[in-house]
Every structure is written in C-alpha cells, then in structure tokens.
C-alpha cells in the first residue's frame, strides 16, 4: 500500500513543479472527490457497448456511478484531495483529512518537500531532481509497454490498468486537443460547456466554467486528482492546454478497463495560515532512501 502512495506522491510532485503560472494572489483551498470505477462494473447502469463506448459511459448519471463506491466488491476506488494555496505557496493533501503525508511545494525555490507527520521527518525535492525522475519513469513505462507483447492477457491487462494509473509522459504534450462537445449545464453550481480530448489511450470530458477562469493556472500542470491518484486522464499535457480554455469543475476519462471521475466539490477564499506551508518545528530531514516501501 505504501508503495502505491509514494509512486502517487512522487508522480504528483512531478507534475506539481511547473505550476507557476498559478494565480499569484489566490488564498484558500481547492478539493477533490474522486472515484475509479472499472468498465465491467458499469454494465448494470446502462448499455455501455463492447468495448465501452465514451458518449454512452459520458451520458451515465454521474449520480449514479458514485453510488458504486458503496457497493461491496465492486472495485471500484474512491479518494478525496485537498490543495491549499497561499500565492507560490501549495500544500497538497492526498486523502483529505486521514492523509498520512502531504506535500510542500516552493514555487520560487523550485522545491518540493514530502512531509510524514506520524514519523516527524521530510524528504525535501528539488525541481531538477523531479525532472530527472520524470525522465527515468518514462523510461521504465516505455521498457514495459515493450514488454507487453509477452505476457498473457490476463497479466497484460494488470499491466496496462497499473501504467494508466500513473499517467503519460508529457512527452505526448503536442498530440493533445480540446474541442468543445457542444453540451453545457450546471455542474457543483458551476455553469459549465463540455469539452473533449483523446490523451493517451483516453477519453476525457472536461466540464469547464468561466467564473472561476483565473485559477486554471493553478491545474496548469496537475492530472488528477492523480491527484488522488484518481482521475483526469492519462495525459498532463492534456490540462495544460485545457488550463487555457478555463478552469475544470468535473473531469471524465475512459480507458479500456478503467472509468475514472474527480469532481471540484469546495473552493473557498479564505485566508490561510502561514505555516501551514512550513516543515513544522522539530521535524527531521530524512534521506532518499525512506522513499522506498517499508
């Protein structure tokens, strides 16, 4: 379990690095429900098709899936995430209040810290050192996709379900486009139009609102509530890009086995305190290799 949070945690900081175009005098907090449902489970809500089509999965009540999440043996999981911003300074909770680390990004210093309160101790990670792990992630995604050709179907779909949950390289960034859905309705009291991108071997439908455009910038670089690691599509360069058109209420992605969903469900200006955005007192720097499951 361990594992899974750190490859989270370390794919989020990556992401997290270039989020300088953040509205610089935004205070208050963002959060995120999110939810991943596999294909199979949505077959009791409506005729998806063989292979599941996206306009069927997209017209399922969104209302509708999130019940899922309590239904006993369903797979699917759900996740909550919590940002707090105070200008270039961003606090990431992954897990909403039960997090058991969370992260400390210095924009202008370039700096990402990853904080465990129940051990009192801190990695702290600089920009470079992240684009190195980007580029060595890429790498071993790359080494396994080769591989896939080998293995048996079942083992080949673990696979591909486990590379999808971590996100694309953005080496892709160029092949990402936006086109408006032509649909438009409120979502979380938002007035939002609908828009559609392939990232990866995605789906993705943003419901994007203008009301709030100024902190798109602030998603700039974030694919998910991966987030979560739960859900905005294989792609980052695919939100860089959407950041332009406006800011996302409600992301939708299909993949092949995987129907992910992650919902703005609090923004609140407010001011927050400052150190809330400091290493606490006390606390003690630990080396690289804490960052391997215990």
Known sequence: MRSGRLRAL????????????????????????SVVVPVVALVGLGDVGQ??????????????VWELRD??????????????VKG??????????????YLLLDLPKGTTAIVRP?????????????????KELAQVRERMRRQ??????????????????????????????WRPAGKEQLVRGFSCAAY????????????????????????????????????LGESGAAFERLAKIGFP???QALGAAEYRIADLVRLEERPLPADLFEIPAGFRASDRRSLQPR
């Open 118 to 134: 129940a051990s009192r101790e801190y990695i702290e990670i600089r920009e470079e050192e992240l684009r190195k792990a980007a």
């Open 148 to 177: 896939l050709g080998d293995l048996p179907p079942a083992q080949r779909k673990q696979v591909e379900q486990m590379l999808g949950r971590f996100g694309e390289p953005r080496s892709g960034r160029s092949a990402v486009t």
């Open 10 to 33: 370390l794919s989020l900081c990556v992401c997290l690095v270039a989020t300088r175009s953040a509205r610089a005098d935004f205070e208050g907090v963002l959060e995120w429900e």
């Open 196 to 231: 559609e991108a392939h990232a990866g071997r995605e789906t993705v439908r943003a419901w994007v609102t203008q009301q709030r455009r100024e902190l798109a910038g602030i998603l700039a670089r974030l694919p998910s509530p991966r987030l979560a690691p739960a859900a």
């Open 88 to 101: 270039a300074r961003v606090r990431v909770e992954l897990g909403g209040d039960r997090a058991e680390e």
């Open 51 to 64: 292979p599941a089509r996206p306009e069927r999965v997209f017209a399922i009540p969104v209302e509708k």
């Open 249 to 251: 209420v409600r992301t």
């Open 71 to 84: 239904r006993p043996g369903s797979g699917v999981r759900a996740a909550r995430t919590r940002m707090l």
